[in-house]
Structures are given as C-alpha cells and as structure tokens.
C-alpha cells in the first residue's frame, strides 16, 4: 500500500514563505517522478512543480518559476517545495503526487490528502 503523507502548510501574509513537505512510502524503488499540484476554492486542480527522481530535472508552472523550488531527498523519499514570495492567488490546497512508471498509460499516480495554504493580502 502506497502512503503519500504531506505537511507544512499555513497561513502567512503576502511576500512570506513557506515549506512543504512530502514523503512517501510502500514500494521497494523509487518513484518516477513526484510533484505537487493545488486546487484553489471553485477551481480545478492545477500542476505546480515536479522533479523528476533519476536525473533531479524539474519543471514549473509559469507562474511560480522563480518564486517556488521542487527539491528531492532520495534518502527519506521525500520532496519539498520551498515557497517564497508568496501571494494571495497561491492560496490553495497543494496535493502531492507519486508517480510510479516511466511508460505513459502503464503509469501509476497516488495522491497526498492536501494541505492548506493561505495567504493574505
């Protein structure tokens, strides 16, 4: 059973930071590629930022290329998005996401309960 465990959101005002954490366990390797997505009140879930677990490549959305940082510990199979500059539209629900599979349709996706992010102006 794949368990995907997030923590470290809150409420800061705008411009502040925060870091989110995920790990996940229940597999014998490692996952392919894990990242994080939100979903703001009325809105569908959106990706944010992914890392991909080999080769450390990462990739964001535009709107939060030079404010947020996906980074990886191989170790504790854990990821991290360092969250700066922090405005009110990024308030949402962030999920976390696991990816296991490399070959599109034969992939297998597991998701975080969420955790809550709140910035006010």
């Known amino acids: 059973q794949v368990q995907v465990v997030e923590s470290g959101g809150g409420m800061v005002q705008t411009g502040g930071s925060l870091r989110l954490s995920c790990t996940t366990s229940?597999?014998?390797?490692?996952?392919?590629?894990m990242g994080w997505f939100r979903q703001a009140p009325g809105k569908e879930r959106e990706f944010v930022a992914r890392?991909?677990?080999?080769?450390?490549?990462?990739y964001y959305t535009d709107s939060v290329k030079g404010r947020f940082t996906i980074s990886r510990d191989n170790a504790q199979n854990a990821v991290y998005l360092q969250m700066n500059s922090l405005k009110p539209e990024d308030t949402a629900v962030y999920y976390c996401?696991?990816?296991?599979?490399?070959?599109?349709?034969?992939?297998?996706?597991?998701w975080g309960q969420g955790t809550q992010v709140t910035v006010s102006s």
């Open positions: 996401q696991v990816t296991y599979g490399k070959v599109v349709g034969a992939q297998n996706n597991y």
């Open positions: 890392i991909t677990w080999s080769s450390g490549n990462t």
């Open positions: 229940g597999r014998t390797f490692s996952p392919y590629t």
